[in-house]
């Protein structure tokens, strides 16, 4: 096939990989009973507003191109205004359309050694240039970062915890960060694990936004509320930028069930709460296994924890191993990070049959 007349920065990248599925592990080696703890989702599923909600959508007519109802309950829930709001097929359509409206031919993006792949993605299909900030301890270096930006920089990604590290940087350092960086470079900020989060001092960028109008945060309802497979997420922004975002968007890019399902999550506190409860639980046992294995891992205040096999093992070779086992973890060598690999905090049962595979790939 000839490709002379594609663009030479997308031939030139890595497809974005996701978690092997269950039914992959079937079909390659007929294992039965898995667990997958792979892709950071929440293992209790969706809660009985959902499904009600779910069971009652109607399919046969388009979505609501607007979101109004969803739109109109994240107003109230985040207190902004919901010409603020742009709603997104998962919040990876938002990331990417940020860069669409930032970027151009000759700008540049700078994001963390070990940032979420999307973002790298995003800016070079934009047809951006890449800066790469080193980490610091596994977390991002903000004040380098900021150092780093220039008269070319365009826009810098920033997660908050940071995916696949777990890492995470408090008010104090956001807002020194933001009033480092010039206001007419695009800051965006992907809070997608946010509601894990239960460590004092943590940032919440939405209340930053008006202080700082070039700030762009970023969430889903694929993690604590349970909606991977329907994929919605949205921005909150100035009405400025989320009017640019929404001139470059897809229409119809949230479906009914997805805008349905994410109105009934948002009230349903009870269940984000005891999911909340489970990943804390579940955090500390998994860190109990790591410590009685003599294995290190990378504190997290997410719904993941990265663990540390090398040198001592081949992380890959464990990984294959814990496969056979049943259990589906992630390589995160794509990310920088050939030594490790990372496991999302399951159910109770979940976390201990990952904790015995672990330790039978160890012998």
């Known amino acids: ?41 929440n293992p209790r599923g969706p809660g009985p507003r959902v499904r009600k909600a779910l069971a009652n959508a109607d ?19 985040l207190g902004v205004e919901t010409a603020c709001i742009t709603l997104g097929n998962g919040s990876n359509d938002v990331l990417d359309l940020a860069a669409r409206v930032a970027v151009s031919p000759g700008t540049r993006g700078i994001i963390d050694e070990h940032c979420f792949v999307v973002y790298p993605l995003a800016i070079t299909a934009a047809n951006g240039d890449l800066a790469t900030v080193p980490s610091r301890q596994w977390g991002h270096d903000l004040q380098a970062m900021a150092a780093a930006v220039d008269d070319r920089t365009r826009i810098v990604y920033l997660a908050n915890p940071n995916n696949p590290t777990g890492t995470w940087f408090d008010t104090q350092a956001l807002n020194a960060f933001l009033a480092a960086v010039p206001p007419e470079v695009w800051v965006v900020l992907d809070e997608a694990y946010a509601e894990y989060v239960t460590e004092p001092g943590y940032p919440d960028g939405v209340r930053l936004i008006e202080r700082h109008p070039n700030l762009i945060v970023t969430r889903t309802f694929s993690k604590i509320h349970a909606l991977a497979a329907l994929r919605i997420g949205y921005s909150v922004s100035s009405p400025e930028f989320a009017d640019l975002l929404n001139r470059v968007r897809q229409p119809f890019n949230a479906n009914t069930l997805a805008l349905a399902a994410a109105e009934a999550a948002l009230a349903d506190v009870e269940h984000a709460a005891e999911s909340r409860r489970l990943n804390r639980e579940g955090m500390s ?30 992380a890959e070779t464990v990984y294959d191993r814990m496969l056979d086992d049943g259990v589906i973890v992630r390589p995160v060598a794509n990310y920088g990070m050939p030594e490790h690999l990372r496991v999302t905090v399951g159910l109770p049962d979940e976390n201990q049959r990952f904790l015995d595979a672990l330790a039978r790939a160890l012998d």
């Open 1 to 41: 096939m000839n490709l002379t007349n594609v663009n030479v920065r997308i031939a030139g990248l890595n497809p974005y990989q996701p978690g092997k599925p269950i039914e992959e592990l079937v079909r390659e080696r007929g294992v039965r009973h898995v667990v997958k703890l792979a892709s950071n989702e």
């Open 59 to 77: 399919l046969s007519r388009y979505p609501d191109g607007s979101g109004f109802r969803l739109k109109a309950a994240l107003s109230e829930h």
């Open 285 to 314: 046992r998994l860190a109990d296994g790591f410590s009685a294995l003599s294995l290190e891992w990378i504190p997290s205040a997410g719904n993941f924890v990265t663990v540390r096999l090398g040198p001592r093992q081949d």
